[in-house]
């Protein structure tokens, strides 16, 4: 199973350990010396740079792998179909060699490499599909078959990379193309534009009701990250799928020919209903739970729920309602992050506690690590002499 993984399967483990060990220690749980036992038996041995380095090594290397495509494609005098094939072999197997003899994880230039090899695949696909298709290759309108089959490669295509390199950008982009290729799929049916948005929500339920399951499996730690992006996306999707806005311009840009306004659709009282009520849905379940996910969905479920209504019902003037609703939305989040600070009513503004219970044998294996560990210094206390120099301070003892 290790063989599937790009990346070795130990440094997201390490990784959730010492981030528990973190948290316990900045509430009291762990003293010093139990942390720095725990950082000690769950090593981070990979390559990870800040925020900032990381984008800048994202960019270097988009630039720099664009730049070795263009010469190459130069000494293949611009052949397409052979620079394509021949810079997707030479990325992949760079791609490999960086991340097993560089040992980075997810450190911007791995990234890149990854998002280009994906991009080149998908261009290769759309070329054989549209361009080497035959008659009528060119339409690539929704609800044909030729969409459908470049859906279909394309979401086999980021399956693969997701279930490798478990990256959350390609596991949402996976997560949306499923969502499409279903949808393309409707449209070729009688009824497939009635039964779409009802289809779509049902689906988006039961893809967060399986991510939830897999998130709580500890055997899933490699995917813990994406798991935790596509629940929230797959809230979003639920919510979107029944939104008015969305299936009223939707349907609209379905329908033939050009028109100036989107006509009424049917069921419209409805699909007010749960845009209206999806977002109270979500913030009490979010509350209950209690749970940030349901949370932050809920707040921006409802925030896209007032657009929609001043999309097709202007109260006040755009100036005027944005100024008073960014007023009111400061006040309440400064209020409710000081009320909540202590927590009350079970919520807390506090960090989420929430992955704690996942690692509670690796926690148990790290208290009893640092209960054994000596304290440094704690008998013989600070003594001076018997140290060493040499190489301007670069040896190994002090």
């Known amino acids: 199973m290790s063989r599937l993984y790009a990346y070795n399967p130990a440094w997201p483990h390490h990784e959730a350990i010492q981030a528990q060990a973190t948290r316990w220690h900045k509430r009291g749980l762990l003293t010093p010396a139990q942390l720095s036992a725990a950082q000690a038996a769950f090593p981070l041995d990979f390559?990870?740079?800040?925020?900032?380095?990381?984008?800048?090594?994202?960019?270097?290397?988009?630039?720099?792998?664009?730049?070795?495509?263009?010469?190459l494609g130069m000494l293949l005098q611009f052949n397409f179909l052979g620079t394509l094939i021949t810079t997707l072999v030479i990325g992949g197997a760079v791609l490999e060699l960086v991340i097993s003899g560089k040992r980075l994880y997810?450190?911007?230039?791995?990234?890149?490499?990854?998002?280009?090899?994906?991009?080149?695949?998908?261009?290769?696909?759309?070329?054989?599909?549209?361009?080497?298709g035959g008659q009528g290759a060119h339409d690539p309108a929704l609800g044909t078959w030729r969409l459908h089959w470049a859906l279909l490669l394309t979401l086999a295509v980021l399956l693969l990379a997701t279930l490798r390199?478990?990256?959350?950008?390609?596991?949402?982009?996976?997560?949306?193309?499923a969502l499409l290729l279903l949808g393309n799929l409707l449209l070729m049916l009688p009824l497939g534009t009635m039964l779409l948005p009802f289809v779509l929500c049902a689906a988006s339920a039961g893809a967060y009701l399986w991510f939830t399951r897999q998130l709580r499996q500890p055997a899933r730690l490699y995917y813990h990250r994406c798991l935790q992006l596509l629940r929230g996306?797959?809230?979003?999707?639920?919510?979107?799928?029944?939104?008015?806005?969305?299936v009223r311009e939707g349907n609209a840009a379905l329908l033939p020919g050009y028109l100036p306004a989107s006509p009424q659709i049917p069921l419209a009282g409805l699909f007010y209903?749960?845009?209206?009520?999806?977002?109270?849905?979500?913030?009490?379940?979010?509350?209950?739970?209690?749970?940030?996910?349901?949370?932050?969905?809920?707040?921006?479920?409802?925030?896209?729920?007032?657009?929609?209504?001043?999309?097709?019902?202007?109260?006040?003037?755009?100036?005027?309602?944005?100024?008073?609703?960014g007023a009111l939305l400061t006040a309440v989040a400064v209020w409710a992050t000081r009320y909540l600070h202590r927590g009350r009513h079970g919520l807390t503004s506090a960090a989420d506690a929430a992955d704690d219970q996942q690692l509670n044998l690796e926690s148990l294996v790290v208290a009893q690590t640092a209960h054994s560990a000596p304290a440094a210094g704690a008998a013989a206390g600070v003594q001076f002499g018997g140290g060493h120099s040499g190489g301007g301070g670069a040896s190994a003892d002090y």
Not at 108 to 120: F, I, K, P, Q, T
């Open 273 to 325: 209903l749960l845009t209206a009520g999806i977002p109270l849905f979500y913030l009490a379940g979010g509350l209950r739970r209690p749970d940030r996910t349901w949370l932050w969905l809920g707040l921006l479920t409802a925030a896209f729920s007032v657009f929609t209504l001043r999309y097709y019902r202007s109260v006040l003037p755009a100036p005027w309602a944005a100024t008073l609703a």
């Open 106 to 132: 997810h450190s911007g230039a791995d990234n890149a490499l990854l998002y280009l090899e994906l991009l080149g695949i998908g261009a290769l696909i759309l070329y054989l599909v549209y361009e080497q």
């Open 47 to 71: 390559y990870r740079p800040p925020l900032l380095l990381r984008i800048g090594l994202f960019l270097f290397t988009v630039l720099g792998a664009l730049a070795g495509a263009g010469l």
């Open 233 to 246: 996306a797959a809230l979003g999707t639920a919510y979107l799928a029944v939104n008015y806005w969305a």
């Open 165 to 177: 390199y478990a990256d959350r950008l390609v596991a949402t982009a996976a997560y949306l193309n």
